[in-house]
C-alpha cells in the first residue's frame, strides 16, 4: 500500500543525524563568519600625530594647555553661577505676592472734589481710576506701549541683552556713563522698578517717601544687578500679559494720574478700553517724561510725542502707514474739563482748610463735596480777566482777589491772583493778610447802632486832634480829599467815607467794644488799640472780611466761610465729617445790622462806591484804601451774595492811581452783574431810620442874655453852654473825617 508519507529515519541515522546536523550547522556557521569577515573591512589604526619639537612645539604646548584650563574653569564658573542665579531668581519668585495685590500701588490716596450739583471739578492727590489688564485697555494702548517701552517684550526672559548693549552704546556715544541715560530696561525691569523690587515703605529705614522714591529709582550697578533677578523672577512668576497689566496700573502718566484709566479719564474723559490709536500713543509717550509731556502742562509736546510712537508703531505693524498719517494729521485733544481738573484756588483752599489727613496727607481714596458754584466760579473769571485787559496797563504786576459767597458763609467762587483758574500759587483770597483801609468802618458804625445811636444823628467833620497818653504826639485823622464839611450825619459820613467823623464815633463808643465786635464778626487777627483802628490800620485778609460783611447780610450773626459740604470715603455713603463753617452767634441786634445795610447802600447809590452799582438791583458796600494806596478794597452786597475784591502789589509797592472806589469796585460791578444775570431781582434787608419829629414851635420868650462860648477838650471843638438835660444829645452832635 502505497503513502504519501516519507519513510521514517532508521535508529542509527537518528542518532548519528544530530551529530550530522551539528556538524553542518557549524560549517555553515563557520563559512557565514568567513564571508562576513571577508566583506568588512579592517580598521586602520591612526597614525600618531608627530609633536612639533623644539622650543616653538613646548610654547605651543604650554599656551594649548593654558587655554584648555581656562576654558575648563570659565565654563566651570560659568555653570556655577547660572546654578546660583537660577536659585536666586527661583528664591526671589517664591517671594513674590499674587498680581492681585500689585495693582495699585500709589504711595498716597486721591481726593474728589465735587461742586454743589455733585459734579466733579477738581482731581487731587495719586489718581487710580480702577484696575484694568492688558486684555481689557484698548489694544492700540497695548500696542503703544509695547512699541514704545519694550518691543521685543513677549520674546525675552525679562532682560534683554541687546537691549543693554544697545543703550550702553548710546550713553557712550553721547559722552555720558555706560549706565547714565538710556537704561535698556524691560517693560519687566520697568515694573520691578515700580515695585521697588519688593520693598514696601518703611518711616524707620527711610526719612520720607520721597527718598524711599529716591532709593527706588537709583541707577547703581548693584541695583540694576538686583533688578534682573527680580525681573526675571517675575517672568517665572507671572504671564506676560500679568507683567503688562501691573505695569499699565503703576505706571504714573502726568496730572497726578497713576495708570492707564485714571489717565484716559484724566485727559479724555474715557475709559481706558475706548482709546483711539491717536489717544494710545498719546498715553504711552507719556511714559517718558510724565511731568513735563502731560497733555494738559503742554498739548503741542504731548502730540509731537504721540506721532513719534505713532510711528514706531507702524513701523512694528501694529497699523498700516495710512492709519499712522491719519492719526498724526488728526492728533489727540483734550476732553472737556481735563485742563481744570486742578479746581484752581478755590480746591486750593478746600485742600488746605480740611484736615491733612483727609487731604493733603490722605492715603485713602477720598471724596470731598464742597460749596463751589460752577456758573459764578467762570464769571468771576470772567470779569477779573476783562478789567485786567481792558482797565489795567500793560506790564503791570498789581495783583488781584475776589470772593463770592452766600450769607451763611457757602463760599460760591474763589480767585487768588490774576492767573484766575491757576493752581497750587500763592492764594490772595485767604493767604495774603492786608491792611483793610476803609473797608473796617461799618464795624465802627455797627456799635454805635447798636448802642442805640441813629444813623441820622449828627457829627462835626473838622480839625480835630486825640491826646495820645504818655508824652506822644497827637493825633489828627485827616480826610481824603484833605477837605471838612461840617456837620454831617452818621449815613453821610460813611457814605462820603469821612475820617474824622469815623474816628471821632469810634473814640465816643469806645475802641473796645468797637475791637469787640470786630472780631465777633470774624476779624480776629491783632486789631490796633489806637484811634487809627477806625481807619482800617489792622490787618485781614479777604476771604475774613466777606465773611464779616456777611454778617451784616444775614441780620448781625457772625459767619465762619465755608467750602467744604461733607467728606466721605470713595465708595462709603456715610460721611466722616460735615460742614465746617456757616452762621454763628448773633453779634448785634437785627435792627442794628438793617440800619447799617441802609446806610452801606447809600454808599453804593450815592458815595464813594458807584461805580458798583448795579442795574435793576439794591446793592450796599463799602470801599476801602489803606495807607499810601497800598491796598484797594470794595466789599458789598445783594439780597442774595457777598462779594468782596482786593487790590495790590504783593511787594507793598504803593497802587498808582487806584482806590477802593476804582477798579476794585468796577471788578465788583462786573462779578457781580454776571452772577444775578438771569436771576429775579429782590430788595435788600434794610431799615430805614425813622426821622425825629421836629420840636414844637417854643412860646414867645424874652431874648435872654447871650451865653458865653465855652471850650470843649480838644476834640469836641466849640458850643454854647446848655442846660444839662440836653447834654448826652450835644455829646453826640461834637463827636466825630475817611480814606476812601
Known amino acids: 500500500m502505497s503513502s504519501t508519507r516519507k519513510p521514517g529515519r532508521l535508529v542509527a541515522d537518528r542518532r548519528y543525524g544530530g551529530q550530522s546536523t551539528r556538524q553542518t550547522a557549524k560549517s555553515k556557521t563557520a563559512a557565514a563568519g568567513k564571508t562576513t569577515a571577508k566583506k568588512t573591512p579592517t580598521k586602520r589604526r591612526r597614525a600618531p600625530r608627530q609633536r612639533r619639537g623644539g622650543l616653538a612645539g613646548l610654547i605651543t604646548g604650554f599656551f594649548g594647555w593654558i587655554f584648555r584650563l581656562v576654558f575648563k574653569i570659565t565654563a566651570s564658573v560659568a555653570v556655577l553661577v547660572a546654578l546660583m542665579i537660577g536659585a536666586w531668581v527661583l528664591y526671589v519668585e517664591s517671594t513674590l505676592p499674587e498680581v492681585e495685590t500689585l495693582l495699585d500701588g500709589r504711595a498716597r490716596g486721591s481726593v474728589t472734589l465735587l461742586d454743589r450739583d455733585g459734579a466733579v471739578f477738581a482731581l487731587r492727590g495719586d489718581q487710580f481710576g480702577g484696575v484694568v489688564t492688558a486684555e481689557s485697555v484698548s489694544p492700540h494702548l497695548k500696542n503703544a506701549v509695547v512699541a514704545t517701552e519694550d518691543k521685543r517684550f513677549y520674546r525675552h526672559f525679562g532682560v534683554s541683552p541687546r537691549g543693554i548693549a544697545s543703550a550702553v552704546r548710546i550713553n557712550l556715544s553721547e559722552g555720558r556713563g ?189 471724596v470731598i463735596s464742597t460749596t463751589l458754584d460752577p456758573r459764578i466760579q467762570r464769571a468771576t473769571e470772567d470779569a477779573v480777566r476783562q478789567i485786567f485787559s481792558e482797565k489795567v496797563k500793560d506790564g503791570s504786576k498789581a495783583q488781584v482777589a475776589v470772593v463770592v459767597m452766600s450769607a451763611d458763609g457757602a463760599v460760591r467762587s474763589m480767585v487768588g491772583g490774576r492767573d484766575v483758574d491757576a493752581t497750587g500759587l500763592f492764594n490772595r483770597a485767604f493767604q495774603a493778610v492786608r491792611q483793610t483801609g476803609s473797608a473796617f468802618k461799618p464795624f465802627v458804625y455797627a456799635t454805635a447802632l447798636e448802642l442805640g445811636y441813629s444813623p441820622l444823628d449828627t457829627v462835626v467833620d473838622e480839625r480835630w486832634c486825640v491826646d495820645m497818653p504818655g508824652g506822644q504826639k497827637d493825633y489828627c485823622p485827616d480826610n481824603y480829599s484833605r477837605n471838612f464839611h461840617g456837620r454831617v450825619t452818621l449815613a453821610e459820613a460813611l457814605a462820603r467815607s469821612l475820617n474824622v467823623p469815623a474816628v471821632k464815633v469810634s473814640e465816643s463808643v469806645g475802641r473796645d467794644l468797637v475791637m469787640r465786635v470786630a472780631r465777633d464778626f470774624g476779624l480776629y487777627r491783632d486789631l490796633t488799640d489806637t484811634p487809627s483802628l477806625a481807619l482800617g490800620a489792622s490787618e485781614a485778609t479777604l476771604l475774613e472780611m466777606t465773611g464779616a460783611y456777611a454778617g451784616i447780610l444775614n441780620g448781625g450773626s457772625s459767619v465762619t466761610p465755608y467750602g467744604l459740604q461733607e467728606l466721605r470715603l470713595k465708595g462709603d455713603t456715610e460721611a466722616l465729617m460735615g460742614t465746617g463753617g456757616g452762621i454763628g452767634e448773633r453779634v448785634v441786634q437785627e435792627s442794628a445790622a438793617r440800619q447799617l445795610t441802609w446806610m452801606m447802600q447809600k454808599v453804593v447809590d450815592e458815595g464813594t462806591g458807584t461805580r458798583a452799582r448795579l442795574d435793576g438791583w439794591e446793592a450796599a458796600g463799602k470801599t476801602g484804601t489803606s495807607q499810601e494806596a497800598r491796598d484797594a478794597w470794595f466789599v458789598g452786597f445783594t439780597a442774595d451774595y457777598v462779594a468782596g475784591v482786593w487790590m495790590g502789589y504783593d511787594d507793598n509797592t504803593p497802587l498808582s492811581g487806584v482806590t477802593g472806589s476804582g477798579l476794585p469796585a468796577e471788578i465788583w460791578h462786573e462779578v457781580m452783574a454776571r452772577v444775578h444775570d438771569g436771576l429775579p431781582p429782590k430788595p435788600l434787608p434794610v431799615q430805614a431810620p425813622v426821622a425825629p419829629a421836629p420840636p414844637p414851635e417854643p412860646e414867645p420868650q424874652p431874648v435872654p442874655q447871650q451865653a458865653p462860648e465855652v471850650a470843649v477838650p480838644r476834640g469836641g471843638g466849640t458850643t454854647r453852654e446848655v442846660p444839662k438835660s440836653v447834654l448826652e444829645q450835644v455829646l453826640r452832635d461834637i463827636l466825630g473825617g475817611g480814606n476812601r
Open 178 to 366: 555706560a549706565l547714565q541715560g538710556h537704561g535698556g530696561s524691560t517693560i519687566t525691569q520697568q515694573t520691578a522698578k515700580l515695585l521697588c523690587l519688593g520693598k514696601v515703605y518703611d518711616p524707620k529705614v527711610w526719612k520720607s517717601e520721597a527718598d524711599y522714591v529716591a532709593d527706588c529709582r537709583q541707577s547703581s550697578l548693584e541695583r540694576k544687578a538686583n533688578e534682573a533677578i527680580f525681573a526675571m523672577a517675575m517672568e517665572v512668576k507671572y504671564t506676560k500679559n500679568e507683567i503688562l497689566s501691573i505695569y499699565l496700573n503703576r505706571a504714573y502718566m502726568g496730572g497726578g494720574a497713576y495708570g492707564a484709566e485714571a489717565a484716559s479719564q484724566r485727559y479724555f474723559g474715557k475709559h481706558a478700553a475706548q482709546l483711539n490709536p491717536a489717544e494710545g500713543a498719546m498715553l504711552a509717550g507719556l511714559l517718558t517724561a510724565p511731568s513735563t509731556l502731560a497733555p494738559t502742562s503742554n498739548l503741542e509736546r504731548s502730540q509731537a510725542r504721540a506721532a513719534t510712537v505713532l510711528r514706531l508703531m507702524a513701523d512694528q505693524g501694529y497699523i498700516t502707514e495710512e492709519e499712522m498719517r491719519q492719526y498724526q494729521n488728526n492728533p489727540a485733544t483734550l476732553g472737556s474739563g481735563a485742563n481744570t481738573m486742578g479746581g484752581g484756588y478755590f480746591a486750593d483752599w478746600v485742600m488746605q482748610s480740611g484736615p491733612e489727613f483727609f487731604t493733603q496727607d490722605t492715603t485713602e481714596d477720598v
